[in-house]
């Protein structure tokens, strides 16, 4: 069973700055596919961006510029970096692991950027 465990959400101000974490418990984070989704409510889940297990990055257009993912392939450990934070940056942001047909989830960490 894969577990993954978000960390570094909170309050920020709009322009402010947070990191994100999911670390990841099993054997194949260096062979799976690390993405960073996040949700509002009433909204479907949206994708944020995506890491190739070589470490290629993919964003959605609303935060390229803006926000950064990498991984720690030693540590097994994903990031996302996210600058100049914007109110509709607001959200719960999910960690994804996808390794062939499976996928996996961790418990979400809020995200709110208010003044």
């Known amino acids: 069973q894969v577990q993954l465990v978000e960390s570094g959400g909170g309050l920020v101000q709009p322009g402010g700055s947070l990191r994100l974490s999911c670390t990841t418990s099993?054997?194949?984070?260096?062979?799976?596919?690390m993405g960073w989704y996040r949700q509002v409510p009433g909204k479907e889940r949206e994708l944020v961006a995506t890491?190739?297990?070589?470490?290629?990055?993919n964003y959605a257009e609303s935060v390229k510029g803006r926000f950064t993912i990498s991984r720690d392939n030693v540590k097994n450990t994903v990031y996302l970096e996210m600058n100049s934070l914007k109110p509709e940056d607001t959200a719960v942001y999910y960690c994804?692991?996808?390794?062939?047909?499976?996928?996996?989830w961790g418990q979400g960490t809020q995200v709110t950027v208010s003044s």
């Open positions: 099993g054997r194949i984070f260096g062979v799976s596919a």
């Open positions: 994804n692991l996808k390794w062939g047909p499976l996928q996996y």
């Open positions: 890491i190739s297990p070589a470490g290629s990055p």
